[in-house]
């Protein structure tokens, strides 16, 4: 069976062979991206992260799924972890299973709702619900400082002030979004901005007071009170242990007691034994001098040889005993403490006792977070300024230009650490501050596009027709110069990620939230020793996500540039 050649020339195409139905511009590169394996591997490390993002609250938690607790009235079943979730984490799980089913599932064709509308669907949703988040948030956190006028306290502890913030919060953050092109008419957007706007505000009242983090099920377990179900990864990032620090992958919270029971038991018999050795040891060290002496070295070489000599002999005579004892006293610390029942720390713990691996999980929130947010509030203010720069040209650019070259200036890491000493550490701050300086590239490929497209036929017919700036600049010229700014977008991520890492790495981070960097930052514990776990999880987690978002930046560009295109079949 002979194959199809991969590309043809123009005389093959006017004989038509290598003809194929025509698609549309991004249907086309899209094809072009998911041939290439190295754009798919990354394609689905993003995927995977992002999942993890979503459902890390699920995945890992201190609180169980279910506890069951037998009173004089018969048995109870409460949810602690349910109790648990706050209005961000219920959001993403209803966001993501919900906008999983709207893309995944056929819709009939009378619907419209082609792969692109639903996208832009599920984008406005998500942008909608998070901001609503961060309205509740600051909110939230206003009502909760100490010094604060009393009438504000009496509102905030009235019955009504939470069902009324948070359809407040809901319908703020619904009105930017009636603009967005969800649907064509104004009736259709304002239906589905509602329906998104009851649900978050649903969520909110719901979630408005999250209960203290407690973690002493196992303890009331242990003593029967409970029986409780835990979920995949039975513990909280923010669950610490100071008694468990720095324990390696694949260890449980009794380790340290079988350790230290060996480690007792060992003691009192190397002591006993070093004893029982002392003219032996003795020997050995006299000897290892006397052999010096005649080798001509001088008194301190004698006293060194005599020294590793003796050190020598003791680690043979602990050598001996761990031999004969060492595996007894191992299966008397197994029986005594079982591991049987007992979690298991898969990538081990940090410095101050808290999981590894449920911690690596929540950090993926943290890391896309930072990276689409700032990435979409850079791509927001560069296309916004290089629209005006490249469609009016003149001295509008030439000043607009000036103020671009200004925040190309900026150093973008040290501006992060002189906010991170006058501002408050949390993440809202951080994205706002990469998003308002990173968007120079943006602006500067938009205003080069606009150039090349103001021009056209298309623009000067559109302005003809008398429409307003506003639709020639966004809804006729944006469609045909966004490529390079998504192209750019994908490499704008891969910063952001780093930047929060190396933030998070200095313990200048959101303060109190999973990072990939902060857990990197404690490779090295206090007294200098490597903990190899610690570095190579969090470091493979940042360099595979930077990697793939470079790498799908590299493929899309491939795809679109002009002068790379050949004749394919």
């Known amino acids: 069976m002979a194959t199809e050649p991969t590309s043809v020339t123009g005389v093959q195409l006017m004989q038509g062979i290598g003809v194929r139905t025509n698609r549309g511009f991004w249907a086309e590169a899209w094809s072009e991206v998911l041939a290439k394996p190295r754009a798919v591997a990354a394609l689905a490390w993003i995927g995977l992260v992002a999942l993890m993002a979503v459902m890390a609250p699920v995945l890992a938690s201190g609180h169980p799924l279910m506890v069951r607790t037998s009173g004089a009235g018969g048995q109870e079943t409460s949810w602690p972890l349910l109790a648990s979730l706050s209005s961000g984490d219920v959001l993403l799980l209803m966001g993501g299973l919900c906008g999983a089913l709207l893309v995944a599932v056929p819709w009939p064709g009378w619907i419209g709702l082609t792969g692109g509308k639903k996208l832009t669907l599920v984008a406005a949703a998500v942008v909608q619900g998070g901001i609503t988040v961060m309205i509740a948030a600051a909110v939230r956190g206003y009502t909760e400082q100490r010094e604060i006028d009393p009438a504000i306290i009496k509102l905030a502890t009235s019955p009504a002030f939470v069902p009324v913030a ?10 930017p979004l009636l603009l967005v092109a969800t649907f064509r008419s104004l009736l259709g957007r304002g239906l589905y901005c509602g329906v998104v706007a009851a649900v978050a505000a649903g969520c909110l009242m719901a979630t408005w007071k999250v209960p203290p983090a407690i973690f002493d099920y196992r303890e009331r377990e242990k003593s029967g009170k409970i029986q409780a179900t835990y979920t995949l990864v039975p513990f909280s990032p923010s669950q610490r242990d100071t008694s468990l620090p720095l324990l390696a992958p694949g260890t449980d919270p009794l380790s340290p007691s079988r350790d230290g029971m060996v480690k007792a038991e060992l003691g009192k018999l190397y002591l006993a034994a070093e004893k029982r050795a002392k003219d032996k040891i003795a020997a050995a060290r006299t000897d290892a ?30 050598a001996d005993v761990d031999a004969k004892h060492k595996d007894h006293f191992k299966a008397v610390a197994e029986l005594a403490f079982p591991r049987q029942g007992q979690p298991t720390f898969v990538m081990g713990t940090d410095a101050i006792g808290q999981d590894v691996m449920s911690q690596m999980l929540h950090a993926c929130r943290l890391s896309i977070s930072i990276g689409l ?47 991170a000493a006058v501002l408050p550490r949390n993440t809202y701050v951080m994205m706002g501050i990469i998003g308002c300086v990173t968007w120079t590239g943006a602006a ?11 021009n056209q036929d298309f623009v000067q017919a559109a302005q003809a027709a008398g429409l307003p700036l506003r639709s020639v600049l966004f809804k006729h010229m944006l469609p045909n110069g966004i490529t390079p700014v998504l192209v750019d977008a994908s490499f704008a991520i891969a910063a952001a990620i780093q930047f929060e890492a190396i933030l998070s790495f200095l313990a200048l981070g959101p303060a109190e939230q999973a990072s990939w960097g902060r857990l990197l930052s404690s490779a090295i514990d206090g007294v200098g020793e490597f903990k190899w776990w610690l570095a190579m999880f969090p470091g493979m987690a940042i360099f595979l996500t930077a990697l793939s978002y470079n790498t799908l930046g590299e493929c899309l560009r491939d795809a679109i540039d002009p002068k790379l295109k050949k004749a394919r079949v």
């Open 289 to 318: 001098m006397n052999a010096a002496k005649a080798a001509g070295k001088t008194e301190r070489g004698q006293e060194r040889a005599g020294s590793d000599a003796e050190l020598q002999a003791r680690r043979q005579v602990r």
């Open 373 to 419: 947010v700032s990435t979409g509030i850079a791509v927001l203010i560069g296309i916004t300024i290089g629209s005006i720069m490249g469609y009016f040209g003149g001295w509008i650019d030439t000043i607009l230009f000036r103020v671009v070259e200004v925040f190309m200036a900026i150093p973008v890491l040290f501006l992060l650490v002189v906010a």
């Open 166 to 175: 948070s359809v407040l919060a809901a319908v703020i953050a619904a009105l």
């Open 444 to 454: 500067r490929f938009t205003r080069a596009e606009f150039m090349r497209l103001r």
